[in-house]
Protein backbone atom coordinates (compact mmCIF):
# COMPACT_ATOMS: atom_id res chain seq x y z
CA UNK A 1 0.00 0.00 0.00
CA UNK A 2 1.18 3.40 -0.99
CA UNK A 3 2.16 5.85 2.01
CA UNK A 4 -1.03 8.44 2.24
CA UNK A 5 -0.29 11.77 3.18
CA UNK A 6 -2.29 14.99 4.00
CA UNK A 7 -1.73 18.17 2.91
CA UNK A 8 -3.81 21.04 4.70
CA UNK A 9 -3.32 24.30 2.83
CA UNK A 10 -2.92 22.17 -0.51
CA UNK A 11 -4.24 24.24 -3.01
CA UNK A 12 -2.24 27.13 -1.62
CA UNK A 13 1.55 27.94 -3.08
CA UNK A 14 3.85 25.51 -0.66
CA UNK A 15 0.87 23.17 -0.15
CA UNK A 16 0.21 22.69 -4.08
CA UNK A 17 3.97 21.96 -4.80
CA UNK A 18 4.55 19.79 -1.74
CA UNK A 19 1.44 17.74 -3.13
CA UNK A 20 3.17 17.66 -6.36
CA UNK A 21 6.27 16.17 -4.96
CA UNK A 22 5.00 13.72 -2.87
CA UNK A 23 2.69 12.65 -5.75
CA UNK A 24 6.15 11.98 -7.47
CA UNK A 25 7.76 10.11 -5.08
CA UNK A 26 5.03 7.85 -5.29
CA UNK A 27 2.55 8.80 -2.72
CA UNK A 28 -0.83 8.85 -2.18
CA UNK A 29 -2.17 12.13 -1.34
CA UNK A 30 -5.27 14.29 0.18
CA UNK A 31 -5.17 18.06 -0.08
CA UNK A 32 -7.52 20.22 2.15
CA UNK A 33 -8.30 23.87 2.07
CA UNK A 34 -11.10 26.23 2.51
CA UNK A 35 -9.99 28.19 -0.68
CA UNK A 36 -9.84 31.19 1.63
CA UNK A 37 -5.96 32.29 0.33
CA UNK A 38 -5.32 29.17 -1.54
CA UNK A 39 -6.84 28.02 -5.18
CA UNK A 40 -7.74 24.96 -7.06
CA UNK A 41 -5.98 26.35 -10.10
CA UNK A 42 -3.15 25.43 -8.49
CA UNK A 43 -4.05 21.83 -8.31
CA UNK A 44 -6.10 21.73 -11.64
CA UNK A 45 -3.15 20.01 -13.69
CA UNK A 46 -3.89 16.62 -10.47
CA UNK A 47 -7.33 16.17 -11.84
CA UNK A 48 -7.92 12.53 -12.75
CA UNK A 49 -4.52 11.56 -10.95
CA UNK A 50 -6.05 8.23 -9.00
CA UNK A 51 -3.35 9.09 -6.03
CA UNK A 52 -4.86 12.10 -5.66
CA UNK A 53 -7.74 13.35 -3.71
CA UNK A 54 -8.88 16.68 -2.67
CA UNK A 55 -11.37 18.30 0.10
CA UNK A 56 -12.55 20.98 0.55
CA UNK A 57 -12.97 21.92 4.33
CA UNK A 58 -12.17 24.35 6.93
CA UNK A 59 -9.80 22.71 9.27
CA UNK A 60 -10.30 25.29 12.36
CA UNK A 61 -13.39 22.43 12.63
CA UNK A 62 -13.12 19.05 13.10
CA UNK A 63 -11.41 16.78 10.59
CA UNK A 64 -12.37 13.12 9.67
CA UNK A 65 -10.70 11.32 7.15
CA UNK A 66 -11.48 7.53 6.85
CA UNK A 67 -8.25 5.17 6.32
CA UNK A 68 -4.69 4.84 6.71
CA UNK A 69 -2.67 7.46 6.97
CA UNK A 70 1.14 8.12 7.27
CA UNK A 71 1.28 11.70 7.88
CA UNK A 72 0.05 14.92 8.34
CA UNK A 73 1.73 18.31 7.08
CA UNK A 74 -0.07 21.19 8.04
CA UNK A 75 0.28 24.29 6.10
CA UNK A 76 -3.01 25.94 5.70
CA UNK A 77 -2.88 29.50 7.06
CA UNK A 78 -3.10 32.81 5.04
CA UNK A 79 0.90 33.92 4.77
CA UNK A 80 1.09 37.71 3.76
CA UNK A 81 0.79 40.62 5.75
CA UNK A 82 -1.74 41.18 3.08
CA UNK A 83 -3.14 38.55 4.15
CA UNK A 84 -2.91 39.38 7.76
CA UNK A 85 -4.60 43.12 7.89
CA UNK A 86 -7.40 41.84 5.91
CA UNK A 87 -7.94 37.96 7.80
CA UNK A 88 -7.13 38.83 11.21
CA UNK A 89 -8.97 36.20 13.19
CA UNK A 90 -8.88 33.56 10.69
CA UNK A 91 -5.06 33.85 10.88
CA UNK A 92 -5.20 33.39 14.91
CA UNK A 93 -7.92 30.66 14.44
CA UNK A 94 -5.98 28.56 12.01
CA UNK A 95 -2.97 28.72 13.91
CA UNK A 96 -4.47 27.52 16.78
CA UNK A 97 -8.18 25.42 16.60
CA UNK A 98 -6.86 24.38 13.15
CA UNK A 99 -3.49 23.30 14.45
CA UNK A 100 -5.43 21.84 17.52
CA UNK A 101 -7.74 19.83 14.98
CA UNK A 102 -4.45 18.84 12.55
CA UNK A 103 -2.48 17.01 15.40
CA UNK A 104 -6.08 16.00 16.71
CA UNK A 105 -5.53 13.86 13.37
CA UNK A 106 -2.24 12.66 13.63
CA UNK A 107 -2.51 11.40 16.96
CA UNK A 108 -5.61 9.30 16.05
CA UNK A 109 -3.70 8.05 13.36
CA UNK A 110 -0.28 7.50 15.20
CA UNK A 111 1.19 9.14 11.92
CA UNK A 112 4.07 12.19 11.76
CA UNK A 113 3.07 15.65 11.80
CA UNK A 114 4.90 18.23 10.37
CA UNK A 115 3.74 21.59 11.40
CA UNK A 116 4.55 24.95 8.34
CA UNK A 117 5.83 27.45 11.32
CA UNK A 118 7.66 30.64 10.26
CA UNK A 119 10.95 33.01 10.82
CA UNK A 120 7.64 35.53 11.79
CA UNK A 121 8.31 33.95 15.22
CA UNK A 122 11.70 35.72 15.35
CA UNK A 123 9.39 39.23 15.24
CA UNK A 124 12.00 42.02 14.31
CA UNK A 125 15.33 40.23 15.50
CA UNK A 126 17.82 41.45 18.06
CA UNK A 127 20.25 38.70 17.11
CA UNK A 128 21.22 38.24 13.10
CA UNK A 129 21.29 35.72 11.48
CA UNK A 130 18.74 33.83 13.60
CA UNK A 131 19.40 30.56 14.80
CA UNK A 132 16.65 28.40 16.29
CA UNK A 133 17.54 29.15 19.95
CA UNK A 134 16.73 32.76 19.87
CA UNK A 135 13.59 33.24 21.04
CA UNK A 136 12.47 36.54 19.23
CA UNK A 137 11.23 40.13 19.58
CA UNK A 138 7.31 40.09 18.71
CA UNK A 139 4.95 42.45 19.35
CA UNK A 140 1.87 40.75 20.31
CA UNK A 141 -0.51 43.36 19.28
CA UNK A 142 0.51 45.34 16.36
CA UNK A 143 -0.77 43.89 12.95
CA UNK A 144 1.18 41.43 11.92
CA UNK A 145 0.93 39.99 15.92
CA UNK A 146 -1.79 38.14 14.76
CA UNK A 147 0.26 35.71 12.23
CA UNK A 148 3.71 35.76 14.83
CA UNK A 149 1.73 35.03 17.54
CA UNK A 150 -0.63 32.34 15.63
CA UNK A 151 2.54 30.39 14.79
CA UNK A 152 4.42 30.71 17.93
CA UNK A 153 1.29 29.04 19.75
CA UNK A 154 0.93 26.38 17.03
CA UNK A 155 4.80 25.49 17.82
CA UNK A 156 3.84 25.45 21.58
CA UNK A 157 1.37 23.38 20.80
CA UNK A 158 3.10 21.02 18.93
CA UNK A 159 5.42 20.42 20.99
CA UNK A 160 3.37 19.67 23.85
CA UNK A 161 1.34 17.21 21.64
CA UNK A 162 4.94 15.36 21.11
CA UNK A 163 5.68 15.61 25.10
CA UNK A 164 2.08 14.38 26.58
CA UNK A 165 0.98 12.26 23.72
CA UNK A 166 4.01 11.15 21.95
CA UNK A 167 3.24 12.53 18.37
CA UNK A 168 5.92 12.23 16.32
CA UNK A 169 6.45 15.57 15.44
CA UNK A 170 8.44 18.09 13.17
CA UNK A 171 8.78 22.03 13.28
CA UNK A 172 9.70 23.91 10.25
CA UNK A 173 10.45 27.61 10.31
CA UNK A 174 9.82 28.57 6.72
CA UNK A 175 11.66 31.71 5.97
CA UNK A 176 11.11 33.72 2.70
CA UNK A 177 10.11 31.36 -0.34
CA UNK A 178 8.97 32.65 -4.08
CA UNK A 179 8.67 30.40 -7.54
CA UNK A 180 5.79 29.88 -9.65
CA UNK A 181 1.98 30.11 -8.03
CA UNK A 182 2.92 32.64 -6.01
CA UNK A 183 -0.54 34.96 -6.02
CA UNK A 184 -0.57 37.86 -8.11
CA UNK A 185 -1.34 40.17 -5.71
CA UNK A 186 -0.13 38.33 -2.58
CA UNK A 187 1.21 41.78 -1.32
CA UNK A 188 5.04 40.25 -0.41
CA UNK A 189 7.94 41.70 -2.22
CA UNK A 190 8.51 39.31 -5.18
CA UNK A 191 4.91 39.29 -6.48
CA UNK A 192 4.34 42.85 -5.88
CA UNK A 193 7.94 43.37 -7.62
CA UNK A 194 6.93 41.07 -10.80
CA UNK A 195 3.76 42.25 -11.00
CA UNK A 196 4.46 46.03 -11.05
CA UNK A 197 7.24 45.85 -13.57
CA UNK A 198 5.73 43.63 -16.16
CA UNK A 199 2.82 46.17 -16.32
CA UNK A 200 5.12 49.04 -16.27
CA UNK A 201 3.92 50.30 -13.06
CA UNK A 202 6.26 52.22 -10.68
CA UNK A 203 7.87 49.32 -8.52
CA UNK A 204 7.24 50.19 -4.57
CA UNK A 205 9.70 49.69 -2.29
CA UNK A 206 8.68 49.89 1.94
CA UNK A 207 11.15 52.05 3.98
CA UNK A 208 14.49 52.92 2.52
CA UNK A 209 14.86 49.72 0.82
CA UNK A 210 18.24 48.44 2.88
CA UNK A 211 16.41 46.42 5.29
CA UNK A 212 17.30 42.29 4.45
CA UNK A 213 15.26 39.89 3.04
CA UNK A 214 16.57 35.70 2.55
CA UNK A 215 14.87 34.27 -0.38
CA UNK A 216 14.55 30.32 -1.19
CA UNK A 217 13.18 28.54 -4.17
CA UNK A 218 10.11 26.68 -3.84
CA UNK A 219 11.27 23.04 -5.01
CA UNK A 220 14.79 23.65 -2.29
CA UNK A 221 12.63 24.53 0.24
CA UNK A 222 10.12 21.32 -0.28
CA UNK A 223 13.05 19.47 -0.30
CA UNK A 224 14.05 20.58 2.89
CA UNK A 225 10.58 20.05 4.32
CA UNK A 226 10.27 16.13 3.38
CA UNK A 227 14.04 15.60 4.91
CA UNK A 228 12.62 17.19 8.12
CA UNK A 229 9.29 15.02 7.85
CA UNK A 230 11.34 11.39 7.74
CA UNK A 231 13.94 13.08 10.13
CA UNK A 232 14.00 12.00 14.11
CA UNK A 233 14.59 16.01 14.99
CA UNK A 234 11.37 17.30 17.11
CA UNK A 235 13.00 21.03 17.49
CA UNK A 236 12.43 23.47 15.39
CA UNK A 237 14.36 23.74 12.26
CA UNK A 238 15.64 26.83 10.32
CA UNK A 239 14.69 26.32 6.67
CA UNK A 240 15.39 28.91 4.40
CA UNK A 241 18.47 30.35 2.16
CA UNK A 242 20.69 32.37 3.91
CA UNK A 243 21.73 34.25 1.06
CA UNK A 244 20.68 38.09 2.07
CA UNK A 245 19.62 40.37 -0.07
CA UNK A 246 18.43 44.35 0.24
CA UNK A 247 14.94 45.03 -0.98
CA UNK A 248 16.36 47.21 -2.98
CA UNK A 249 18.49 44.92 -4.39
CA UNK A 250 15.66 42.18 -4.65
CA UNK A 251 13.79 45.53 -6.86
CA UNK A 252 16.75 46.03 -8.76
CA UNK A 253 17.17 42.78 -10.14
CA UNK A 254 13.48 41.98 -10.91
CA UNK A 255 13.46 45.02 -13.13
CA UNK A 256 16.41 43.70 -14.77
CA UNK A 257 15.66 40.30 -15.70
CA UNK A 258 11.68 41.32 -16.65
CA UNK A 259 13.85 44.46 -19.10
CA UNK A 260 11.76 47.02 -17.61
CA UNK A 261 11.70 50.38 -17.39
CA UNK A 262 9.49 50.86 -14.47
CA UNK A 263 10.96 53.36 -11.99
CA UNK A 264 11.64 52.10 -8.40
CA UNK A 265 9.73 54.35 -5.71
CA UNK A 266 10.06 54.48 -1.78
CA UNK A 267 7.45 54.20 0.39
CA UNK A 268 6.99 54.46 4.29
CA UNK A 269 8.05 51.24 6.26
CA UNK A 270 4.61 49.58 7.41
CA UNK A 271 4.71 48.80 11.46
CA UNK A 272 6.92 46.75 12.76
CA UNK A 273 8.26 45.89 9.49
CA UNK A 274 11.69 43.52 10.43
CA UNK A 275 14.82 45.24 9.37
CA UNK A 276 16.69 41.85 9.31
CA UNK A 277 16.20 38.67 8.22
CA UNK A 278 18.41 35.80 7.15
CA UNK A 279 18.22 31.85 8.60
CA UNK A 280 20.81 30.29 10.41
CA UNK A 281 21.00 27.03 8.82
CA UNK A 282 23.55 25.17 10.70
CA UNK A 283 21.15 22.11 11.83
CA UNK A 284 19.27 21.54 8.51
CA UNK A 285 23.30 21.22 7.31
CA UNK A 286 24.20 18.98 9.83
CA UNK A 287 21.18 17.31 10.42
CA UNK A 288 19.16 17.01 7.21
CA UNK A 289 21.81 17.49 4.99
CA UNK A 290 20.30 20.01 3.28
CA UNK A 291 21.03 23.02 1.56
CA UNK A 292 19.61 25.64 -1.37
CA UNK A 293 20.64 24.57 -4.52
CA UNK A 294 18.86 26.72 -6.77
CA UNK A 295 20.15 30.11 -7.10
CA UNK A 296 17.93 33.38 -6.80
CA UNK A 297 18.40 34.65 -10.45
CA UNK A 298 17.54 31.04 -11.80
CA UNK A 299 14.78 31.15 -9.49
CA UNK A 300 13.48 34.81 -10.24
CA UNK A 301 13.48 33.53 -14.25
CA UNK A 302 11.42 30.51 -13.62
CA UNK A 303 8.78 32.61 -11.40
CA UNK A 304 8.91 35.36 -13.82
CA UNK A 305 7.78 33.32 -16.70
CA UNK A 306 5.41 31.90 -14.82
CA UNK A 307 3.70 35.57 -14.05
CA UNK A 308 3.85 36.69 -17.26
CA UNK A 309 1.82 33.89 -18.42
CA UNK A 310 -0.63 34.62 -15.80
CA UNK A 311 -0.63 38.02 -15.72
CA UNK A 312 -1.36 38.16 -19.41
CA UNK A 313 -4.85 35.64 -18.13
CA UNK A 314 -5.63 37.96 -15.40
Not at 94 to 107: D, I, N, Q
Not at 226 to 253: I, K
Request: proline share 6%.
Amino acid sequence: MKERVLVTGGAGFLGSHLCDRLLSDGRAVVAMDNLLTGSTDNIAHLAGNRDFQFIHHNVTEYIYLEGPLHAVLHFASPASPRDYRELPIETLKVGSLGTHKALGLAKAKGTRFLLASTSEVYGDPLVHPQPEGYWGNVNPVGPRGVYDEAKRFAEALTMAYHRVHGVDTKIARIFNTFGPRMRLHDGRAIPNFMLQALSGEPITVYGDGTQTRSFCYVSDLVEGLLRLLYSDLHDPVNLGNPEEWTVAQMAETIRDLSKSSAPIVYEPLPEDDPRVRQPDISVARSCLGWTPKVTIEDGLRATLEDFQRRSRGA
